[in-house]
């Protein structure tokens, strides 16, 4: 007899060979389970933030650590993110499956998602979707193209209601404000749907101040500045009042 997927109670009944029938026991449950897992929906996202694909493709910065989360069906028992040519085992938290992701070299990746339940069915290397690795943001010099390490980034957000333009409030989202470049030149910026201006810093070069710009969605800063050294005279002058003030 072939049973479909499905919940049953079975009786069983044993005759011998004179003839004597044994009492009909209890049924017994059995359950018929060959469906692989069924994968739902994912997402990228770093503390609160959740990113949304760009085109057909999630974008995360080299380097960034990131967290992937996905939906399974409630008796899936094992589950592997593969990403390049790492696979990733996912940790069932809370009945979501999630892990840590990072992608160190630039570059766009297809995601496959494999998942085992209970029963031993599998869903082997389903395509779910891509991720790009894209390069940071860079603070360089405009004299000679140089990487500026310890340059400070103060993000400022839009105030609607006053008109007005404040520093953004990055701890509510567990992270900082002002960004520091490290010794390639390069920060790692996230921000809200919002719209913003960075304030540029670094003894030794002009200040900078970008235009203004709107995210209609979470999204990294992927623009680079160039900043102009400090010369002459009244720039001996500002840098020095600079370290005593910066």
């Known amino acids: 007899v072939e049973l479909q997927d499905g919940a049953y109670e079975v009786r069983f009944r044993a005759t011998d060979l004179a003839g004597n029938v044994s009492q009909i026991p209890e049924p017994q449950k059995i359950v018929i389970d060959s469906?692989?897992?069924?994968?739902?929906?994912?997402?990228?996202s770093l503390g609160p933030l959740i990113l949304l694909p760009e085109g057909e493709s999630f974008r995360v910065p080299a380097g960034t650590q990131a967290k992937f989360t996905v939906s399974l069906e409630s008796d899936a028992k094992t589950a592997f993110l593969s990403i390049g040519t790492a696979k990733i085992q996912l940790a069932n938290?809370?009945?979501?499956?999630?892990?840590?992701?990072?992608?160190?070299?630039?570059?766009?990746?297809?995601?496959?998602?494999?998942?085992?339940?209970?029963?031993?069915?599998?869903?082997?290397?389903?395509?779910?979707?891509?991720?790009?690795?894209?390069?940071?943001?860079?603070?360089?010099?405009?004299?000679?193209?140089?990487?500026?390490?310890?340059?400070?980034?103060?993000?400022?957000?839009?105030?609607?209601?006053?008109q007005s333009w404040v520093r953004w409030q990055a701890e509510a989202y567990g992270?900082?404000?002002?960004?520091?470049?490290?010794?390639?030149?390069?920060?790692?910026?996230?921000?809200?749907?919002?719209?913003?201006?960075?304030?540029?810093?670094?003894?030794?070069?002009?200040?900078?101040?970008?235009?203004s710009f709107e995210l209609i969605s979470p999204g990294f800063i992927t623009f680079d500045f160039e900043a102009q050294a400090r010369k002459g005279l009244r720039g001996f002058f500002e840098n020095l009042l600079e370290r005593i003030t910066f």
């Open 93 to 162: 938290k809370a009945g979501l499956w999630e892990t840590e992701i990072l992608l160190g070299e630039l570059g766009e990746y297809k995601m496959f998602l494999t998942a085992k339940d209970q029963a031993g069915n599998e869903a082997a290397e389903r395509e779910i979707g891509t991720v790009e690795a894209i390069s940071k943001a860079k603070v360089i010099s405009a004299e000679n193209n140089l990487p500026i390490e310890g340059a400070q980034l103060t993000v400022q957000v839009f105030r609607p209601d006053d």
């Open 35 to 44: 469906t692989p897992p069924r994968i739902g929906s994912y997402t990228i």
């Open 175 to 211: 992270f900082s404000n002002p960004v520091f470049t490290d010794r390639n030149g390069e920060y790692d910026l996230l921000l809200p749907p919002g719209t913003y201006r960075i304030a540029l810093q670094k003894i030794g070069f002009q200040r900078l101040k970008s235009s």
